[in-house]
């Protein structure tokens, strides 16, 4: 039997009063059967149902108690769900993240194959080395160091670390300390707080002298974005945490050891 077809509401032939939709009809306690009427939309057909008659719609049966506490529990987990999605997204990913970088730490204390490196510089850009510090997993110096660069070190550089030229004037060159760093380096893995500067200083630093590249990036892994983790200075719409400043002021071997 072809359904009887109506326009939308408010246009001309309109459905009659007593014609639902399912949601309608759910309003007033009652589930459809038999669908009298149809609204063709270019989407999709809403069909209508007769809320006066038996066999177009039936009045819904009442759920059993254990059908209504399976209902109120599935509700709550459901919020349990939203509500923890929501914690996850402002703070939650957080606390993961801290335990992450827990864990990492730990698993670092657990080995000796590590060193943790940092340098002093005459600046940001194209800036040689004037300081070098090395430690073992033990805290142990292996290298501590003054280099005397082949440009002047700016005063407002001076000013940040306290290194003047006087101080590097009978230290040694670069190419005189590489041995050394290459030697102390050997087989490492290489913790830096601040990756993404000192091995680009380092390696700048070997092209000027054209010496071999310390080839870091592989086995090297930043302390400051694990420090930054840790701390967990975020929001939930940032995607990076803010950095932390290590204790130990501008020299190389005092920072090193704010590491432990």
Not at 192 to 219: E, G, Q, T, V
């Amino acid at each position: 039997m072809e359904l009887t077809k109506y326009s939308w509401w408010g246009e001309f032939n309109e459905p009659p009063e007593h014609l639902k939709t399912k949601k309608q009809l759910g309003e007033l306690g009652l589930s459809p059967l038999k669908p009298s009427g149809v609204i063709e939309t270019r989407k999709y057909d809403l069909f209508l149902y007769d809320s006066t008659n038996p066999e177009s719609c039936q009045p819904k049966r009442k759920s059993s108690s254990q059908q209504l506490e399976t209902l109120a529990a599935n509700r709550l987990k459901a919020k349990i769900k939203r509500d923890y999605q929501e914690w996850y997204r402002e703070v939650g990913f957080i606390e993961r993240d801290r335990v992450s970088a827990v864990l990492w730490a730990r698993e670092q204390l657990s080995q000796n194959d590590w060193v943790i490196l940092d340098t002093e510089t005459t600046g940001l850009y194209d800036a040689e080395i004037v300081e070098i510090a090395i430690i073992n997993h033990l805290g142990e110096m292996l290298l501590d160091t003054l280099i005397k660069p082949s440009i002047p070190i700016p005063a407002e550089v001076t000013e940040i670390h306290g290194i003047s030229d006087a101080m590097v004037a009978d230290a040694p060159t670069f190419p005189e300390v590489y041995p050394r760093i290459d030697a102390a380096l050997k087989d490492k893995r290489v913790l830096i707080y601040n990756s993404a500067f000192d091995i680009p200083i380092l390696n700048y630093c070997c092209r000027l002298h054209s010496l071999p590249i310390l080839k870091l990036a592989k086995r090297s892994d930043c302390l400051m974005e694990w420090v930054a983790q840790w701390a967990g200075n975020s929001r939930y719409y940032h995607s990076y945490y803010r950095y932390v400043p290590l204790n130990g002021g501008h020299r190389a071997l005092l920072r090193l050891h704010g590491c432990f």
